[in-house]
């Protein structure tokens, strides 16, 4: 297998459209608050990938009760997960939230730990960079993380209980299907939220129409299609190790698109964190060669 292969380059593009995603998210709420966005884009989601799921119909695993109780446990999840992060990204950069929100990567081997699993010095050592990163990234001098971040990585946890969910019923069930279910779940809870908590009009969403187009459509249907399609070849360790660079394009995003700027201490945290994931989801040497013969 060439180093950089086609179904490389795919997950690189899901990275990037998950990172400018964050952009999308923070440019929404100059019109809608982060239920109302939250709703509208689950939706779109769960829309943008129903010619999918028809078009696999042939290679779909057998439905039932684990599919209607595991989207509803994954909605549920990702709905909290998303909530924290589009709260948070009213009072910190999009910059911030990519690279805070990324932390689930390194948090995941280390909620393994609870569930019996085992872990090595390699994660261990990828754990202690992302601390020190994320603690140069949003504590001040006194000891104090700033409210968004500190939203950002409750958002996190969420989303390391969504990678624990969604490991455990991939296997059980169609991920399409799981994937429109969860979506749609989510969207009922961020409607009820958006209701009870936001007044919502039309023209709200119609002026918020192109960020919903890309976090709904873009970020939600296209690029799951795209990591679908890309990590078939790709070892699960080299998937994720592609995929946490998703904070880098936040960071590009958040440069590029709404002018925010980071100082010396900022971009020593998010060094850090970046090496943190890097680290703990880098292949060891034997899974190396098994990459290799394959």
């Not at 060439?2 to 998950?18: E, G, N, R, T």
């Not at 299609?225 to 190790?241: C, D, E, F, M, V």
């Not at 995003?253 to 971009?267: A, H, I, R, V």
């Not at 880098?282 to 013969?293: E, F, G, H, N, T």
Request: proline share 4%; glycine share 10%.
């Amino acid at each position: 297998m060439p180093f950089v292969s086609p179904s490389h380059l795919l997950l690189i593009c899901v990275a990037a459209i998950w990172g400018f995603a964050f952009v999308a998210q923070s440019a929404g709420m100059e019109y809608l608050g982060p239920h109302s966005f939250n709703a509208a884009r689950f939706m779109l989601g769960a829309l943008s990938l129903l010619p999918l799921w028809f078009l696999m119909t042939k290679k779909r695993l057998p439905q039932g009760k684990t599919l209607l109780f595991g989207g509803l446990a994954a909605g549920t999840v990702m709905f909290g997960g998303f909530s924290f992060q589009q709260i948070g990204l009213q009072y910190t950069t999009a910059g911030n939230a990519g690279f805070i929100t990324s932390m689930y990567i390194v948090m995941v081997p280390v909620a393994g730990i609870l569930l019996g699993q085992s872990t090595n010095i390699q994660t261990w050592s990828g754990v202690i960079l992302a601390v020190l990163g994320l603690y140069s990234l949003s504590i001040g001098p006194d000891l104090t993380i700033g409210y968004g971040d500190l939203l950002e990585l409750i958002g996190a946890l969420f989303w390391t209980a969504h990678v624990i969910i969604i490991g455990w019923l991939s296997r059980k069930v169609d991920a399409i299907g799981l994937s429109i279910s969860q979506f749609l779940v989510a969207a009922l809870w961020a409607t009820i939220a958006a209701i009870l908590y936001e007044t919502p009009v039309l023209v709200d969403f119609q002026a918020a129409w192109l960020p919903l187009l890309y976090a709904g459509v873009a970020s939600s249907g296209i690029a799951c299609t795209l990591q679908i399609i890309g990590q078939r070849k790709i070892q699960p360790s080299i998937t994720a190790l592609i995929l946490s660079t998703e904070a880098i394009f936040a960071v590009l995003g958040g440069w590029l698109l709404l002018d925010e700027t980071f100082g010396s201490k900022e971009l020593l945290g998010c060094s850090l964190m970046l090496a943190g994931m890097l680290v703990s989801q880098w292949p060891s040497r034997k899974s190396r060669a098994a990459m290799v013969q394959s």
